[in-house]
């Protein structure tokens, strides 16, 4: 079972809540996909209004909410953002994302870095998204955080694991569970990603833009327990070349 | 460096040559590339493209639906101010239009907010003519502190400011600031403007430039269609686009199309732009630029309005007034064009919702 901080969840498969076309179909994809855990961008959420459409549909779906810190340009207005979430949605874990870049959303590690030393001291379940880079998520243990979340390729991209090789070294290394965000764009990813070792992924655009929300959130719920099934039964080593038949060690036997 | 440097190097009647001997085969390697150039721009806003307008619909719609989703951001804009010392003259608040001047009091905002908050708007744009001796930073000041507590997000569209001016205004609460250059025909801009500020092409070309340096969110761009030939000016307006994000490269873009409207006292457009042609227009800014905001105001006809959602727009104004005053203080008073899609907000609302979309009214915190 995944643990993060002092929680256990039985699903290794997470969501946004970004892009639906509607609240309904938002809602069918996270009972399809089985997700217990929904991110949401404390921008998008109207704590003024009572009865907050997003909010309400997350609600009656039974997920913990995730407050993102989607739209802040650097770790002061994170740490804002992060005590604002706090207080309107009562919980302490938060996704952290700082990207001062607005077209490709490239999170900035040195805010990213700041903002987790302060959160984690303020009692904060951090989970910042990163990219991946190796070195980083070891800084970021050091600060606290509770997980890292290292991006597959640029977000809404759908391009899948284009860092899949620094992401096997974070894997590797980590001591906090590793979440792929950003970047998977079909369950095939997912289930890649989750066979390497993943400890979990974070889906949105992929669900959010599909034709069918429902189905394709029931398709990463799939995609997402063969992959760790496969990492668990341990996958058996490919080989580019065939078996030589005369082995180059071959004379030690004779 | 500003844009002023990049777009002196360019010569009017050059491009225009350019864009309409663009080819087929032009057109064609600018649908099948996937980081597109201002050149394949052109091709795109060419004639040559017309036959292609269903393929870039197709990827307009694809690229916009991958970047924003299915989500429409809902926006009203508020009128503070017919004051105007400007002569412009496709603007019905041209200062050579002699009628009753209004620029509302505090206790006239709030009023207006009380209604706007009411249609369920987060999103507002300030809007004001030029009257720098009563409608200044001061006022946009305090019209920005009576309001900032209301809405989750704040735009200004006001005479072009000095660099700290913005700053200011940034620290105030604006997110974005709109400034269009209406044509960059230079020897044409004269002539639609002029008297007043606004007549120094310059100073104007240069505004987008002095906002990026403030730190100010949001740069809205545009031209007004209908002034001169639509191609060439939206050409210019997409290569100011790409120097700005390459420049500014931590502020977020919005490119508006607005068409001439009827208003008291002014010309017929030079130019009619077609909705095919707005439209090519539309999938072209999105083909060339995945991640800029495309906006359609009650401007447009309820038709155009009905169809467009699919094809790349963003964000959408409904149940807008253009005078000040005009929600609830002072219906009556001097607007500064018709608007066409009359419904109502409810209306536009459930007209999004019908194709698939859902309207987004708050996707800013105030606080931020």
């Known amino acids: 079972m995944l643990k993060i901080a002092y929680q256990s969840f039985s699903s290794r498969l997470f969501l946004g809540s970004g892009k639906y076309g509607s609240s309904q179909e938002m809602y069918d994809s996270i009972i399809a996909s089985g997700t217990e855990m929904v991110t949401v961008a404390l921008k998008r959420i109207d704590t003024d209004t009572p009865g907050d459409e997003l909010l309400e549909a997350l609600k009656k779906a039974n997920v913990k909410l995730w407050p993102n810190t989607s739209g802040v340009r650097n770790a002061k207005e994170a740490v804002f953002a992060a005590q604002l979430a706090r207080e309107a949605l009562e919980t302490n874990w938060l996704k952290l994302e700082i990207h001062p870049d607005p077209r490709y959303l490239m999170p900035d590690p040195i805010e990213t870095l700041k903002a987790t030393e302060e959160l984690a001291k303020l009692g904060f379940i951090v989970l910042p998204y990163i990219h991946a880079d190796p070195v980083l998520c070891k800084r970021l243990e050091d600060a606290g955080t509770a997980a890292v979340m290292p991006l597959g390729s640029p977000i809404g991209s759908n391009k899948g694991l284009k860092t899949e090789d620094f992401l096997e070294i974070i894997i590797e290394q980590s001591k906090v569970p590793v979440i792929v965000d950003a970047g998977i764009g079909a369950p095939s990813h997912a289930a890649k990603a989750m066979e390497m070792g993943a400890d979990a992924v974070l889906v949105n655009t992929a669900i959010a833009s599909s034709k069918d929300t429902l189905k394709m959130g029931n398709a990463f719920k799939n995609a997402v327990v063969a992959g760790r099934m496969a990492f668990e039964a341990g996958l058996s080593k490919t080989s580019k070349e065939a078996k030589a038949t005369s082995p180059l060690t071959g004379f030690l036997n004779v | ?368």
């Open chain 2, 1 to 368: 460096m500003n844009f002023k440097n990049i777009f002196d190097t360019y010569n009017w009647d050059e491009q225009k040559a350019s864009i309409y001997s663009k080819s087929t085969r032009d057109v064609e390697a600018a649908l099948n590339t996937h980081k597109r150039t201002p050149e394949d721009f052109k091709a795109l806003i060419s004639p040559a493209a017309v036959p292609y307008l269903e393929e870039m619909a197709r990827v307009s719609h694809e690229l916009t639906k991958k970047r924003f989703g299915k989500t429409i951001q809902m926006y009203a804009p508020m009128y503070l101010s017919n004051e105007c010392n400007n002569i412009c003259t496709y603007c019905g608040f041209s200062l050579d239009n002699k009628v009753k001047r209004k620029t509302l009091t505090d206790t006239e905002i709030l009023k207006e907010v009380e209604f706007i908050k009411q249609q369920g708007f987060n999103h507002i744009l300030l809007v004001t003519g030029e009257a720098n001796h009563t409608v200044h930073l001061p006022y946009f000041k305090r019209a920005i502190e009576l309001i900032r507590s209301h809405f989750a997000n704040i735009s200004i569209e006001v005479q072009p400011l000095e660099t700290n001016e913005y700053k200011e205004l940034h620290e105030a609460g604006v997110y974005s600031v709109l400034v269009y250059q209406e044509t960059y025909h230079k020897e044409v801009y004269k002539q639609y403007h002029p008297k007043g500020k606004k007549s120094n092409f310059d100073y104007r070309l240069e505004t987008p430039d002095r906002i990026g340096r403030s730190g100010i969110h949001k740069i809205g761009l545009g031209v007004l269609l209908g002034l001169e030939d639509w191609r060439i000016d939206s050409f210019f307006c997409a290569l100011h686009l790409d120097y700005l994000q390459k420049n500014y490269w931590q502020t977020k873009y919005s490119v508006s199309f607005p068409r001439m409207r009827p208003a008291e006292g002014i010309i017929e457009p030079n130019v009619i732009v077609t909705d095919k042609e707005l439209v090519q227009l539309l999938c072209a800014y999105r083909l060339f630029s995945e991640d800029v905001e495309l906006s359609v105001s009650t401007r447009e006809s309820e038709h155009l309005r009905n169809n467009i959602i699919p094809l790349g727009v963003t964000s959408m104004s409904a149940g807008s007034k253009t005078n000040p005053g005009g929600y609830a203080v002072e219906p009556e008073s001097l607007e500064q064009f018709e608007i066409s899609d009359e419904r109502s907000v409810e209306e536009i609302s459930q007209l999004i919702k019908r194709s698939g979309y859902e309207p987004v009214y708050k996707d800013w915190e105030k606080t931020f």
